[in-house]
């Protein structure tokens, strides 16, 4: 999700320019006084003397130098004193929740001026205005040059799909049917271009795409299946670049779009597809393409109902279904031509096949729905019966991921991501960001004694652990590669981790409980020295501003790739930590 709306561009520079010459200008400049300082001259010894008026020779100085119209308004101090007097103090939760990332605040400009009519009847000058304001007004500024579309085509293709694989590229071409797709594709990929400019069009196109969207779906729900296919993959798409209020607002019209279409009872692309092989190759292989992008049309609207009901904090829009087994391998994903995906597909029951290498795509469908089955339950207070399952389930995926583990990249960033799924499961993430502010004081109070207990706990301890691995592994990932859509979110997840941490513990002192997590100890991590390391070697706790890790994650956060999420968690770390007024450790 980018930062349309709610982060700023940087200022790059103070510009220059020749300012107009004001009156009071004018006047200086036509005074010439001359400011030569003799050090030599004797100080006159009434301007220290106790009778001294001060205000006096201000006022006749002003009176000879500045204009009456130019000069300030007479303000008595003791009306300032007591209007701020009759102000209470913000209290400085209250001010975090003005500054949390999923607060939204409209304008607030006084009473709104009724706009009624005079009489219950309505006239001719209202009907026109209704209908003026009923006209829905789809962007119509001219696309780019083809150059430009073709270039955000490309980066797409290379940068973005990925990680994010749900449209096949070497069967995509450019049609008037997949046009809304066209430009979600291209409003991503002009993320990829390096240019402010280039974002600036990917942003005006991915503004002619909703509105475009909203305007006709209704027309599309009734042509063919692929082009309704297509609207979706466009909607789905354009979740990722859109800001946050309309991805709250949108995400379950298109989950909608997709059960209404049937899309939901999907089965294995594969299936019954060997006779029309052996008839017309180029064509059993376009129907595959067709519904394997479905199934995964599917998946990717999964992943993407995990991370908004993450982000937000909410129960899942979707009820949690095994659809990772419809995926097809990647092989046969990544085929170019319906010849090597005919030979792909003879060879899947072969010795050659089972030793070919996972499929990173299942695996993270795999975790992002049990990460979806946790905000479940915790949601619908259910926690203690379903808890046990879902830790198993969390254990067995670990197992799996390291018995199939490549020495290639972690693209999809699935072991920050395994980190963040088990820190969901050890504490209810709510309760943390309710203590820090995101609704303000008196919510804040609520919590305080429960993030006190869990700061100073085993399960703390274990908290912090995971969290500094998500660091880990993020910092770890090659400066070319494009972070996953998941990265800004989990990453976000550790640093709150660490500042409930080392804000709110009752004690400076280190660990007082065993460090004996199995998960870990599995993986063959040394837990005392790593709390030590992010402890940065001192023997007590240090506080939040003290921290080395929490420069860390913030830092990371405002670099994490081309996501605007990650940039306005970063600013809302910076006010926290260093804009808003302070308090001490362990207190709000």
Not at 327 to 339: F, G, K, Q, V, Y
Not at 389 to 412: K, M, V
Not at 449 to 456: E, G, K, L, S
Request: charged share 20%; hydrophobic share 40%.
């Amino acid at each position: 999700m980018t930062d349309k709306a709610h982060a700023r561009s940087p200022i790059s520079g103070i510009p220059t320019y020749d300012a107009p010459i004001t009156g009071l200008e004018k006047i200086l400049h036509e005074q010439s006084y001359d400011w030569t300082l003799d050090l030599a001259a004797q100080i006159p010894t009434w301007l220290v003397t106790d009778d001294f008026d001060l205000e006096a020779l201000n006022a006749s100085i002003n009176a000879s130098v500045y204009p009456p119209e130019l000069l300030p308004p007479i303000i008595d101090p003791t009306d300032i004193t007591q209007q701020t007097d009759a102000l209470p103090p913000e209290r400085f939760e209250d001010i975090v929740r003005r500054h949390w990332f999923t607060h939204f605040e409209g304008p607030n400009t006084g009473q709104v001026t009724p706009d009624r009519l005079g009489s219950r009847y309505v006239d001719e000058r209202y009907r026109q205005r209704l209908a003026e304001h009923l006209q829905y007004r789809v962007p119509t500024d001219p696309l780019p040059s083809t150059d430009f579309l073709n270039m955000c085509i490309q980066m797409y293709f290379a940068r973005f799909n990925p990680i994010f694989p749900v449209v096949h590229a070497p069967t995509f071409r450019p049609s008037t049917q997949n046009s809304l797709l066209l430009l979600s594709i291209c409003s991503i990929g002009s993320l990829f271009l390096g240019s402010r400019q280039g974002a600036s069009h990917g942003t005006k196109m991915f503004e002619t795409l909703n509105k475009a969207t909203l305007a006709s779906w209704e027309k599309y729900m009734l042509k063919q299946k692929s082009e309704v296919r297509s609207m979706t993959q466009a909607s789905l798409i354009g979740q990722i670049f859109a800001e946050l209020l309309l991805v709250q607002t949108f995400h379950g019209t298109i989950i909608t779009w997709a059960r209404r279409n049937s899309m939901f009872r999907s089965r294995q692309a594969t299936d019954k597809i060997e006779p029309e092989m052996e008839r017309d190759p180029e064509k059993a292989w376009l129907s595959w393409v067709a519904r394997e992008e479905q199934n995964r049309l599917v998946a990717g609207l999964s992943i993407l109902d995990s991370e908004f009901a993450e982000i937000f904090l909410t129960e899942p829009f979707m009820r949690r279904r095994s659809s990772m087994s419809l995926i097809s391998d990647n092989e046969l994903w990544t085929a170019t031509t319906a010849e090597e995906w005919c030979r792909l597909i003879r060879q899947q029951d072969s010795r050659m096949h089972r030793n070919s290498r996972p499929n990173r795509f299942k695996e993270y469908i795999e975790l992002e729905q049990i990460a979806a089955s946790i905000r479940d339950a915790r949601t619908c207070d259910n926690w203690a019966s379903a808890s046990p399952p879902l830790r198993t389930a969390l254990e067995s995926h670990y197992s799996n991921f390291q018995s199939r583990t490549s020495n290639g990249p972690d693209i999809l960033c699935l072991k920050a991501l395994w980190h963040a799924t088990f820190l969901t499961y050890l504490v209810d993430f709510d309760r943390l960001e309710l203590v820090v502010g995101r609704e303000g004081y008196l919510e804040s109070q609520r919590e305080l004694p429960f993030v006190r207990t869990w700061a100073d706990s085993q399960d703390g301890h274990r908290c912090a652990l995971h969290a500094t691995l998500i660091l880990r592994s993020l910092e770890s990932l090659p400066i070319g590669n494009v972070p996953a859509i998941h990265a800004p979110r989990v990453l976000y997840r550790a640093t709150l981790v660490w500042y409930c941490y080392l804000q709110f513990s009752a004690t400076d002192q280190g660990a007082v409980h065993p460090l004996d997590f199995p998960e870990l100890k599995h993986a063959g991590i040394d837990c005392e020295r790593l709390l030590a390391e992010m402890n940065d070697f001192r023997p007590t706790r240090p506080k939040p501003l003290q921290s080395s890790i929490l420069c860390r994650c913030i830092d990371l956060l405002r670099h994490l790739g081309h996501w605007g999420l990650g940039r306005q968690l970063a600013v809302m770390w910076d006010s926290i930590l260093y804009e808003l007024p302070q308090l001490p450790a362990g207190s709000t």
